[in-house]
Structures are given as C-alpha cells and as structure tokens.
C-alpha cells in the first residue's frame, strides 16, 4: 500500500501513537519511534498561549529534531486556536493535530474537545481559521460523535475535508462512550468511504492481528495506537511487521522489557528531574509489568521508592529474581 502523506510528510508506517495527556511525553514519543511508530503527536496543549509559560506547557512544546514534529490543541475560540497553531509553528511544529476528541470533563465543560461535536458550525470556524493562519498541515481528532443519538462524525469529517483538513484519526467511541465499553469501527469505514484524506482508525486496538483486522475492515490508512502502546512501545514493531509479512514478529524477551523499562525511566528521570520523573516513572513500570506481575506486589514497593537510583536498582533486582524464578520452575 502507498505511503501516507500529510501534507509533504510521508510518513515510514501506518501505525501512529495517539496523543495522550500525561502518557505521550517526549521520553515515551522518542521511544515509540524508536520501535516504529510512523508519527508521534505531543501531548495536548489548551490554546490560551498566555498559559504557556507554566513548566507543564513548556516541557509539553519540548520536541526533538526527528521531523515531522506534530503538536496538538485544543480550544473552542477559533482566533486563539490560530494563534496557538501559530505559535507552535513558529516553535518548529511541522503539523499542527486539533483535539475535538478529547471526553474529559474539564475539556468538554470549555466546549472544547469531543464537545465541539454538537457545533458543526463552531467546527468549521475553528477549522477554516487555523488552516487559514499556518503553512504547516493542519490534522484533527475526532470520535464518533457526542452520543449514540447524536453519532454525527461522517457529517465532521466531510467537513473537515472541506475545510483543508490533512487527515482525520477517529475514535470508534462517542463522547458519552468515554473509555467504556468497545470501541466500533463501521462509523469509520462509513467515512473512510465519505472522504478522500487519510484516515486513521483508532480505539482498542493493542495487537497486531487487531490492528491488521481493523484495518482491513474500515479500509483506514492506518490505525492511531493510545492505550494499546502503554509499557508496550514494541507493539509498533510487531504491527510493523505483522502488516509487511503476514507473520508475527518474535515475541518480546524479559531481557528486552528490562532494558527498554530501565532506559525509559532514566529518560523521565532526565527529563522531568528527580522528583517528577519518579513520580511519573510509577505508571509506566506499572504498565511494563502489568503481566509479568500480576499480583502487584513489586509495584506496591517500587510505588515507595524516593530516588532514581533506587527504582533502577529496584528494577534490576526484579528482572534478577524474575529469572531465577524461572529457572527453578524449569529444573
């Protein structure tokens, strides 16, 4: 299948990591590319630029120099989503994403994010303005719709074509949905059918069979990982080539899930500094380790942890004991 091209970006694989708040930081999109990913999209900035100059919004804009550098927005004012748009691309942002996908209260309560889906006509503003005020390739996020009565996401992504959209990653859930219950793909395939820029699939996709399945089904360019990806950025690998060959890649080893889990918490240790970094390291060990230890007790300790050294230290310890283990049950 040809690539997928954004604008003048073609991107190397059809599988993309979603933009998630508090998940997809430069640490974790680094390392998802590393594996793969075709594109990595920043994590949401809110278009009052005037609230930029926190320490979450700065460490939010890092990026580094491996291109196409995509940062996504969310507001409900057109005139500040241009200016964030405008700033981020005077700030070397290749490809500015818009979130009208977003379910989170304190999004939608704004009337940003998916609640923008009950205002076509607000959507089209915001649309039009943003592709009007940058040179850059303007994406957008969407779900569904804002409910199962109100599922209106073909009528969105027609008009976002309409409006100079660069491509449309949709969420198989409506807003009402949130996170719950399974996503449903034949809303996507109705608009890959309705439109003629790229599409991206998106909503519980976590293996590569799913992710060829899906595909296949809704007939997307490619599929928009999110949830799939946490404590498993080797899923861009494996639906890399699963997608290339027909067969599946050689399953991850212990030894590789040690090293990747250590080199990403020195990365967050590195970048948010000591005391953040081990913070936000819990979750992310929390989800490298969601199968290997079921029963949560190693995490239970690593949760207690108070310096960087001591949650490698800690790690090297488990990975230690994990094979031990291992080697006892096979005697």
């Given amino acids: 299948m040809a690539m997928i091209q954004i604008g003048p970006h ?47 919004s700065h460490l939010r804009l890092a990026h580094d120099d491996n291109g196409p550098r995509a940062v996504q927005i969310a507001g409900a004012d057109p005139l500040m989503m241009a200016d964030a748009a405008m700033r981020c691309a005077d700030m070397g942002a290749d490809i500015i994403d818009i979130n009208m996908g977003c379910p989170a209260k304190k999004v939608c309560k704004r009337a940003a994010g998916s609640a923008l889906l009950r205002e076509p006509d607000l959507v089209k503003d915001i649309l039009s303005t943003v592709v009007a005020a940058v040179d850059v ?50 809303t996507i395939a109705a608009i890959k059918q309705a439109i003629d820029i790229p599409v991206f699939a998106n909503g519980d996709i976590c293996s590569a069979q799913q992710a060829k399945q899906v595909l296949d089904y809704t007939g997307a360019d490619g599929v928009m990982i999110g949830r799939g990806a946490q404590g498993k950025p080797w899923l861009f690998r494996e639906i890399n080539t699963y997608l290339a060959t027909g067969e599946l890649a050689k399953q991850v080893t212990t030894t590789e899930i040690k090293t990747v889990l250590l080199s990403h918490i020195s990365a967050l240790h590195h970048f948010y500094g000591e005391q953040n970094g081990l913070r936000i390291a819990r979750k992310h060990c929390a989800w490298y380790l969601q199968e290997l230890d079921p029963n949560t007790g190693f995490r239970g300790l690593f949760n207690r942890l108070e310096s960087a050294s001591a949650q490698q230290d800690a790690v090297h310890r488990y990975f230690e004991q994990h094979e031990q283990n291992l080697q006892e049950a096979a005697a």
């Fill in 137 to 186: 390739p303007v994406t957008l996020k969407i779900r569904t719709g804002w409910s199962q009565d109100q599922r209106n996401g073909i009528d969105i992504a027609k008009l976002a074509q309409d409006c100079g959209i660069s491509s449309l990653a949709v969420h198989g859930r409506t807003r009402e949905c949130r996170f719950l219950g399974s996503a449903e793909y034949d």
């Fill in 10 to 56: 073609k991107l190397p694989a059809r599988a993309v990591l979603a933009p998630m708040a508090g998940i997809s930081d430069l640490p974790f999109r680094r390392l998802c590319r590393e594996f793969g990913a075709g594109l990595t999209v920043s994590e949401m900035l809110i278009s009052d630029t005037s609230l930029w100059d926190r320490r979450k």
